[in-house]
């Protein structure tokens, strides 16, 4: 039922940018499928080796992060210790996490350089080192970055488990095993299916990972194989194929998956515990917790001492490190304020109509983009751009800012949209009393009730844009680069050290945005009301 006045322009605007929305998503793909219709001649890509190894990684990561989710959200909502709600917020922060920050880490620590290999040399004289490349470290680095994403929401489940319900177990006397299967299970079991297929998703579209630690063709998959065939080879032919496959999985996962879509969870404290498990339980969730904590954060720590060991001076003396980063401030920033732009405006669109179709409708192509992973958006781009007589490089910045927004918007519209709707709900009776205009209700009554989200959406645009290394992959030059691409173009030519300072810098970058942005807005929006 519609509580808000009608605002037939915020309904007018949200409907003209859908309607924007999915023209582009439309002629992303006829580029694309133009592209395959008239591209002649043969292509070496073997779809079916690629389609198999990715199914088999995104597969295996699915069923690892749900199972470590499952366990160090348990582990959390048992346990409390000093330091619990920042080890949590690391948790949380795993969405915006770099994959090649973490894929570098893991390097750092197993490599054949690494800390592991060292420590055993100087101790024991004994190399330990195996291979982290291939399969095994594929996993390991989407299982530490997913696994600690399916924690931090399967944790807000329990965390929303009614006291009473509690209570009433607690009477009966179940054990740890009791309490899990009948209390915790259920509240966890409904979220996994949309959980898992946002795991398989990000696994099966993941770029920067399988690049750093595939270890060669064998274990490549369809998101490396579109970038190896147009930068490398470029067999267009070969790369819209395997674009229209990538598209065509993703596709059937979002639809299959649509009734039990899960959003991000609310970044809130948890309340105190009401149950308390026995001597048994308590150890195991701490060795859980241990474990965990060990396998996330180590791998961070790790770029962070390798980084500032590396030789800053001679990164901090390098125009082409200065360029690169004010090129990936610039592009972030843009990125997340036309983020904001296009999900409050279809938020606002969407909260301001009662019409079921009508939201559905306004709703749909802010998440349609779940289904184009980066790399075959900046191919379709590339296509796109090339087909209108457009020099690419004089279109990278502009595609770059554009491509990073768009592949944000699913993530901004769930941050945005719910807060939006429950606005609308209980505060939409008061708006119609006071008789206000749309800009005054957005900015007293909806601005200071979205503060920290606007901020949390912000960081999140934000920090993807300044990780991500997919789009900047197809587009990035001498001239024009960003600090993954300068950090993978070192690694490349094996200056390691230089790699290790720019990972150190983005990670720092991520953490400062991710923790800073919700605070300082959630602050503006309090100073304001």
Not at 320 to 327: E, I, Q, V
Not at 355 to 380: C, D, E, H, N
Not at 381 to 407: C, E, H, K, Q, W
Not at 488 to 495: D, P, Q, S, T, W
């Amino acid at each position: 039922m519609l509580t808000l006045p009608r605002r037939p322009l915020r309904i007018g605007v949200s409907a003209t940018l859908a309607l924007a929305i999915a023209g582009l998503i439309a002629a992303v793909l006829w580029s694309i499928l133009a592209a395959a219709t008239d591209a002649g001649g043969s292509s070496r890509v073997d779809i079916p080796h690629l389609l198999r190894m990715t199914s088999i990684q995104a597969g295996l990561t699915t069923v690892l992060s749900l199972l470590v989710g499952m366990a160090l959200a348990w582990a959390l909502n048992r346990l409390r210790f000093w330091g619990r709600d920042l080890l949590v917020g690391l948790f949380a922060a795993a969405i915006v996490t770099p994959g090649m920050v973490v894929a570098f880490g893991l390097l750092s620590i197993w490599g054949r350089n690494g800390w592991i290999n060292q420590a055993s040399e100087a101790l024991f004289g004994i190399s330990v080192s195996g291979s982290i490349f291939g399969l095994p470290g594929i996993l390991l680095a989407h299982v530490i970055l997913d696994g600690a994403f399916a924690a931090r929401i399967l944790l807000a489940r329990l965390d929303a488990i009614a006291p009473a319900r509690l209570k009433v177990g607690q009477s009966l006397g179940l054990s740890a095993t009791q309490r899990f299967a009948l209390i915790d299970w259920p509240a966890m079991s409904l979220s996994l299916p949309g959980l898992g297929a946002i795991i398989f998703l990000l696994a099966f579209t993941s770029f920067p990972i399988v690049l750093l630690l595939g270890g060669g063709p064998a274990n490549q998959t369809l998101e490396v194989a579109i970038y190896s065939a147009v930068r490398l080879d470029f067999d267009l032919v070969g790369a819209v194929r395997l674009a229209l496959t990538q598209i065509g999985i993703c596709a059937l996962v979002i639809v299959l998956a649509s009734s039990g879509a899960t959003v991000v969870a609310p970044y809130a404290r948890s309340a105190e515990p009401q149950w308390r498990d026995g001597a048994l339980a308590r150890f195991l969730q701490a060795s859980v917790l241990a474990v965990a904590t060990i396998g996330f954060v180590l791998p961070l720590l790790s770029v962070l001492f390798d980084g500032m060991a590396g030789g800053l001076g001679r990164i901090f003396g390098n125009p082409s490190f200065w360029a690169a980063l004010w090129t990936s401030i610039g592009i972030g920033a843009a990125s997340a304020l036309l983020t904001l732009f296009l999900a409050l405006a279809l938020g606002l669109g969407r909260a301001a109509t009662g019409s079921r179709a009508s939201r559905t409708l306004l709703g749909t192509p802010g998440y349609a983009y779940l289904a184009v992973p980066a790399v075959v958006l900046s191919l379709g781009f590339f296509l796109l751009v090339r087909s209108l007589g457009v020099r690419t490089d004089t279109a990278a910045p502009y595609v770059v800012i554009l491509a990073n927004s768009l592949l944000s918007l699913p993530f901004a519209v769930a941050t945005l949209g719910p807060p939006l709707d429950a606005i609308a709900r209980t505060r939409g009776k008061l708006v119609r009393s006071l008789g206000i205009s749309g800009w005054q209700q957005f900015w007293r009554v909806e601005y200071p009730l979205l503060g920290r989200d606007i901020g949390l959406m912000l960081a999140l645009a934000f920090c993807f844009s300044l990780g991500d290394l997919g789009v900047i992959a197809l587009f990035g030059t001498q001239d024009f680069q960003t600090l993954p691409l300068m950090m993978f173009r070192a690694l490349g030519a094996y200056r390691s050290n230089d790699a290790a300072v720019i990972a150190a810098i983005l990670l720092i970058g991520t953490i400062i945005a991710f923790v800073g942005l919700p605070r300082l807005f959630e602050r503006l929006s309090h100073a304001y009301r």
